[in-house]
């Protein structure tokens, strides 16, 4: 079945470095691919999506764009910020199949001031 | 704009008691989720309701989990008898036209402990 594989955390980094957190898909069908984001005490929250193959999605600074050749959506952000510390979650979702979203395990960032 | 409302925000209760969770979805949404959030098992589906019909419930652990759906704008989990395993976070989230692809939105989540 359709699956979400990242990176595992913690990812721990100071303040304005680069981040990325890598992001890989199989599924048979074209999903529509997600980043979410929970901070602490707090639900999910959509923090950028990309419905097709090339297609970048953008939020925030943070950046992911749809590999179809490499089937991988890896998230980006040029320069974090303490309050961007938070655990993000990669997932997808094929609305030809079933309603549902497939979520990845999470991966816990630590920005260090 | 009002989002997904979960009561209670805490609840800590004793083994053997029935255990409530009601969740409150997004005016307008046709889609339910019910979720369960662990260390151990990162969050997981338990349940979701399209049009307060349940599609899959494929994801509740066992008998003693149910959920309902009376209406479009009320869902209840319950958990009768609760066990200590059952101690997580559970989160209720709605989405509009979820086979398009829509994003879900979550509620804040219910922190559940069984002593």
């Known amino acids: 079945g359709d699956s979400v594989t990242q990176m595992e955390g913690p990812v721990t980094l100071s303040e304005e470095a680069f981040l990325t957190i890598n992001c890989t898909y199989t599924?048979?069908?074209?999903?529509?691919l997600f980043w979410y984001v929970q901070y602490p005490g707090e639900g999910l929250q959509l923090l950028l999506k990309?419905?097709?193959?090339?297609d970048k999605g953008s939020n925030k600074g943070f950046e992911a764009t749809y590999r179809k050749e490499t089937t991988s959506f890896h998230l980006e952000k040029g320069s974090v910020q303490v309050s961007d510390s938070a655990v993000y979650f990669c997932?997808?979702?094929?609305?030809?199949?079933?309603?549902?979203?497939?979520f990845g395990k999470g991966t816990r960032l630590h920005i260090l001031p | 704009d009002a989002g997904v409302i979960q009561s209670p925000r805490h609840e800590v209760t004793e083994m053997g008691q029935e255990v409530t969770l009601r969740c409150k979805p997004i005016?307008?949404?046709?889609?339910l989720f019910w979720y369960r959030q662990t260390m151990m098992r990162g969050l997981e589906l338990l349940i979701y309701?399209?049009?307060?019909?349940?599609?899959?419930d494929s994801g509740m652990p066992e008998d003693r989990f149910s959920a309902k759906m009376p209406n479009a704008s009320f869902s209840t989990l319950k958990i009768q008898p609760s066990e200590p395993r059952d101690s997580a976070v559970y989160f209720c989230?709605?989405?509009?036209?979820?086979?398009?692809?829509?994003?879900?939105?979550f509620g804040d989540g219910t922190r559940l402990s069984i002593l």
């Open positions: 989230a709605s989405s509009f036209e979820s086979r398009l692809n829509q994003p879900q939105h």
């Open positions: 599924a048979t069908g074209y999903p529509s």
């Open positions: 990309a419905t097709k193959a090339d």
């Open positions: 997932a997808l979702s094929d609305g030809d199949r079933d309603d549902k979203i497939i």
């Open positions: 005016s307008g949404h046709n889609s």
């Open positions: 309701f399209n049009n307060n019909v349940p599609i899959d």
